[in-house]
């Protein structure tokens, strides 16, 4: 199957800080890519459609200016989360479909708010 | 939007037995079903799907079945191992903008 790739694996920020996660397509080009939360024990959450060349469309509740996603080509998407608080502690995750719809994860992020 | 229910939460079964989880949707327009296994700490692994199109499809020692006019889906997993033990999601699309809304997930363990 279709490769997706995230970066990092791992990161540990204090608060008030902002973190960028880079989500790449590695095999095939997506022009469409999605993002995750996931807290403990629980399923994931939808955040973010990211669009490859136009603006994120935003799942209710998601806070866009707090969440920055840019598409900038056709196999990488960020997310950036500004300001970071510990309740913004979790595992984020990003997805890619291939032309079939077959979506593919990417490893995820996990990340902790001191 | 679409809302998925996903049953039972957790499962525990004997090596060798079967494994039985439901799904049900609330979108009669959705037509892509995918099956995800997450092991603790890891990426969701697409394990199997099927499209609105086909009532069945198997894999080797796992199947899904998808009951379009009640609206639900289930996951068999027979001959079940050690290693099928997992958080198991199901998911539903509309195909049109590749959106999934994922169950709540099924924890199973398979007792050796």
């Known amino acids: 199957g279709a490769v997706v790739s995230q970066h990092p694996s791992w990161v540990i920020c204090k608060s008030g800080t902002s973190v960028k996660i880079e989500c790449r397509s590695l095999?095939?080009?997506?022009?469409?890519m999605f993002w995750y939360r996931q807290f403990p024990k629980q399923s994931l959450m939808l955040m973010a459609t990211?669009?490859?060349?136009?603006?994120?469309?935003?799942e209710q509740g998601v806070e866009k200016d707090k969440f920055l996603i840019n598409h900038a080509s056709l196999t990488l998407s960020t997310l950036t989360v500004t300001s970071a608080h510990p309740e913004d502690s979790s595992f984020y995750i990003c997805?890619?479909?291939?032309?079939?719809?077959?979506?593919?994860f990417g490893p995820g992020t996990r990340l902790l708010v001191l | 939007g679409e809302n998925v229910e996903q049953h039972p939460s957790t499962l525990s079964v004997q090596e060798g037995d079967s494994a039985v989880i439901k799904c049900t949707y609330s979108?009669?327009?959705?037509?892509?079903f995918p099956w995800y296994k997450q092991e603790l700490g890891k990426r969701p692994q697409l394990i199997i799907d099927i499209r609105s199109n086909v009532g069945e499809k198997k894999d080797q020692r796992i199947a899904v079945t998808l009951n379009k006019t009640a609206k639900h889906f289930s996951l068999h997993i027979t001959e079940t191992q050690p290693e099928d033990s997992a958080v198991y999601f199901c998911a539903a699309s509309k195909g049109n903008d590749y959106k999934l809304s994922f169950g709540a997930g099924t924890t199973v363990t398979v007792r050796a």
């Open positions: 095999d095939f080009q997506a022009t469409t």
């Open positions: 990211s669009n490859e060349g136009s603006k994120a469309t935003y």
């Open positions: 997805s890619a479909p291939d032309r079939v719809e077959t979506q593919y």
């Open positions: 979108d009669s327009a959705s037509n892509y």
